[in-house]
């Protein structure tokens, strides 16, 4: 098997550390570049938790590092300390990394890749999409060579997690959104109506951490906790969504779910609206709009086996 080459754009926060290591721990898939871009913390942050991580699993081909946006394209940013903690990933200490980042900009990374590997790349963003905007603003002729792009954002027919109908992603920058989604680019919507279908229970996390007792194992387990404990004070279950590794999944099996094609805009000025991703679900196509597949249905079982067997390994 020939691992596809993935570029990933990350806001590094607990569920994007569980994507990076589904990623980093999965053959089908070769990790070129870690981007990074405010979201549910500041870029700085998310970069050093990117190296931090890296040192942790002791990546032995490391991908570039590169740092990106600090803020949204308009909007004053946002964060979300309350779901991830102050530093991203829930307050635990690390060991400091020795690992460094690149001088290249997440832009520059982002456009480099795109003209190496072409439709071969895949770019999984799982954070606001600013530098993904940013790269087509300066060279959109490099990002459509990209294969494909999964984007977990959005929020269609179920409640949104960033007030009543947007999703965090989009809502962070709502500007970023609407200009990917009427690029024409080969993109997958990962939104909350699937990722709300799977839950992560702490029970299971802490049966699976002790069966497979190492330093890894039991880093998931304190990182996870704050976030857990989050939805259960705002949910109600003591688990966690787990958001980003589904990108990741869908990245490595795209059968793994099942998609619309459909015109997709997302609100930019709403007063109550925000961030709301506005889809055509109507039949009939209408000439002209560009489209995207939104990802509505996913096998669970199939992603909880591929999920497990690769954050435990
Ligand atoms: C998305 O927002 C962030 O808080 C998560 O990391 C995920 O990317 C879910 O709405
Ligand atoms: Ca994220």
Redesign the pocket.
């Known amino acids: 098997m020939i691992p596809k080459p993935v570029l990933i754009d990350t ?1 590094t ?1 607990v ?2 550390a569980l994507a990076l290591i589904v990623a980093l721990h999965s053959p089908e898939l070769s990790v070129k570049a870690i981007t990074t871009v405010a ?2 913390v500041e870029v700085q942050k998310c970069t050093r938790n990117v190296l931090l991580l890296l040192e942790l699993l002791k990546v032995k081909d490391r991908p570039l590092v590169a740092q990106g946006a600090t803020k949204p394209l308009r909007q004053k940013l946002v964060t ?1 300390p309350e ?2 903690g102050k530093d991203g990933l829930g307050g635990i200490s690390f060991k400091k990394s020795t690992t460094r980042k690149t001088s290249l900009t997440a832009v520059e990374t982002i456009l480099d890749a795109c003209n190496t590997w072409g439709k071969k790349l895949t770019i999984v963003a ?2 606001p999409l600013t530098n993904l905007a940013q790269a087509w603003k300066k060279d959109s002729k490099s990002l459509r060579k990209v294969g494909r792009i999964v984007s ?2 959005g929020v269609f027919r179920v409640p949104g ?2 007030g009543p109908v947007a ?3 989009y809502f962070v920058d709502p500007d970023a959104a609407h200009v990917l989604f009427n690029t024409g680019l080969p993109i997958t919507v990962v939104p ?1 109506d699937l ?1 709300h279908q799977i839950v992560l229970m702490r029970r299971e996390m802490e049966y699976r951490a002790k069966r497979r007792a190492s330093r890894l194992t039991s880093t998931i387990l304190r990182l996870t906790k704050f976030y857990m404990q989050y939805h259960k004070k705002i949910d109600g279950f003591y688990g966690a969504y787990v ?2 590794p589904i990108a990741v999944a869908v990245a490595i099996d795209p059968t793994l779910v099942q998609t619309q094609n459909m015109h997709v805009d997302v609100e930019t000025e709403g007063q109550y609206t925000r961030g709301m991703t506005v889809a055509d679900f109507r039949k009939t196509s209408r000439h002209g709009e560009q489209t995207v597949d939104v990802a509505l249905t996913i096998n669970r079982e199939r992603f909880l086996k591929l999920f497990h067997e690769r954050l435990w390994k």
Do not use: C
Request: hydrophobic share 25%.
């Open positions: 806001d926060g569920d994007d979201g549910n979300a779901v991830h799982i954070g977990m954002g997690n960033t999703e965090f992603n909350l990722t958001h980003d």
